[in-house]
């Protein structure tokens, strides 16, 4: 049997992560990813099933993909998620599964998806105070975001990081706070430079607080942090500790400091349209694909045809660029 070729795109980068958003809603509305109100969900059949879902990964397994991210919207309000991990879990040469969450529901998950296999969790808050938290979200919810963290400590996740986006001009009075929090907690905080891909399309570049910048902010209010072994050069953060040893902080900064040169990310809307990149103009439609019945070895081409198109990056300094039609609650981190 000849050996399935890597799934290269035309820059050479071997693609082998994977992430599945499984639905667009979600139980707050930030403002750098949603509108306030009047969202226009998709409808329920609209979105892939478990077993679709699956099918896909299996397919997509064939070709390469071994790392799995579930995001949403918010993931934790499609209805049985642990099932849907419990049955990803199973897929042999998948090796790791993380998921994105915002932590409102954690408290109430934890325990099911760790029974079901998941290995990984990011947990989105962007604020240490209650009214910050309420600001940012338009929505409560601090504290349960909180209670999610501790719970998923207890049962016994190791790997949690903290996603936090930075925004200039809002989020400054935050980063010592999360310096310490880190210390403390033990626990992985990461700054996410914003991003232009708010629903409401208000981003402006001068709103971006830069990695660089809050490294200085910390260093200065803390203590010097040194730079960490890069593991993965695909991995989007780069990760810093304090020079003590305690806490560690990492940074994802796609506008001031990109790092699409070794993407190897796809990904997958919860209505089954595969993209290429978080701003890709273009998608390949696999759920129509596999509800009209179409083969493994078509959803395979496709997949690939998906990652043979990709560009050489996002393009958000380029004279060109347009945002994506779709905003990051459609999308999926
Ligand atoms: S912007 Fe696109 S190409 Fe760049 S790292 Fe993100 S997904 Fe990859």
New binding site residues.
């Given amino acids: 049997m000849p050996e399935t070729p890597p799934l290269l795109d035309s820059y050479g980068r071997p693609h082998a992560d994977l992430r599945i958003s499984v639905t667009d809603r979600c139980n707050i509305r930030c403002f750098y990813c949603m509108p306030n109100e009047h969202v226009i969900f998709q409808e329920r059949s609209m979105l892939l099933t478990f077993e679709e879902i699956e099918r896909f990964v299996k397919v997509a397994a064939k070709l390469g993909i071994r790392k799995l991210r579930l995001t949403g919207g918010e993931p934790l309000v499609r209805r049985e998620l642990p099932v849907l991990i419990e049955k990803l879990a199973k897929i042999e040469t998948i090796e790791d599964i993380a998921l994105t969450t915002n932590g409102l529901l954690l408290s109430r998950y934890a325990q099911a998806l760790k029974d079901a296999g998941l290995h990984r969790l990011n947990i989105s808050l962007d604020a240490l105070s209650a009214e910050k938290f309420e600001r940012i979200t338009r929505r409560k919810g601090f504290r349960q975001v909180l209670d999610g963290i501790h719970t998923a400590q207890a049962i016994g996740f190791e790997k949690i990081k903290i996603n936090a986006v930075a925004i200039a001009g809002l989020s400054e009075e935050e980063i010592v706070p999360f310096g310490h929090f880190a210390r403390e907690q033990g626990l992985e905080v990461r700054f996410i430079e914003f991003m232009p891909l708010d629903a409401e399309q208000n981003w402006q570049s001068n709103q971006v607080l830069s990695g660089e910048k809050i490294i200085t902010m910390l260093s200065e209010a803390i203590l010097p942090l040194v730079p960490c072994p890069r593991p993965d050069p695909s991995q989007?953060a780069t990760d810093y500790q304090f020079e003590d040893g305690r806490g560690r902080i990492g940074f994802i900064n796609?506008v001031t400091q990109?790092?699409?040169s070794t993407?190897n990310?796809l990904r997958i809307t919860a209505e089954g349209q595969i993209r290429n990149?978080?701003?890709s103009q273009e998608e390949w439609d696999a759920r129509s694909l596999m509800r009209k019945g179409g083969t493994d070895q078509e959803l395979s081409e496709l997949i690939r045809a998906c990652v043979l198109a990709k560009k050489a990056?996002?393009g958000i300094h380029s004279e060109d660029f347009h945002r994506p039609a779709r905003a990051m609650y459609q999308i999926g981190g």
């Fill in positions: 989007p796609p990109p790092f699409c993407c990310r990149c978080l701003f990056g996002h």
